[in-house]
Nanobody, 125 residues
Framework: QVQLVESGGGLVQAGGSLRLSCVAS???????????IGWFRQAPGKERDFVAT????????YLADSVKGRFTISRDSAKKLVFLQMNRVKPEDTAVYYC???????????????WGQGTQVTVSS
């Protein structure tokens, strides 16, 4: 069953902002507060890259160097939501963005057990 769903993607001009959301449901939703949530992205023809992650307790957040100072990650545990606020976006941010849940707060996608279907973000120049 679907357990992670991303939303909020779309077309935005360079310099603009978007907020992506990731909501958990089902069994994952009931144990949401036990999981770190990460955001990853994959551009056409490229490998999947780490973007940001937030620990289960929200005490730790980590961002890729390429997005530091522009993106922030946060979570609303009561609503089982994680947000990726994207500011001052650039054309190179264009990708499909995925959220994932895992027991470790890590930049390594292999450590995440559950993945959403992704949401497309396109930044025009």
């Amino acid at each position: 069953q679907v357990q992670l769903v991303e939303s909020g993607g779309g077309l935005v001009q360079a310099g603009g902002s978007l907020r992506l959301s990731c909501v958990a449901s089902g069994a994952l939703g009931r144990t949401f507060n036990s999981y770190a949530i990460g955001w990853f992205r994959q551009a056409p023809g490229k490998e999947r890259d780490f973007v940001a992650t937030i620990s289960a307790s929200s005490s730790g957040t980590y961002l890729a160097d390429s997005v530091k100072g522009r993106f922030t990650i946060s979570r609303d545990s009561a609503k089982k939501l994680v947000f990726l606020q994207m500011n001052r976006v650039k054309p190179e941010d264009t990708a499909v963005y995925y959220c994932a849940a895992g027991r470790l707060t890590t930049m390594n996608g292999a450590n995440y057990n559950y993945w959403g279907q992704g949401t497309q973000v396109t930044v025009s120049s």
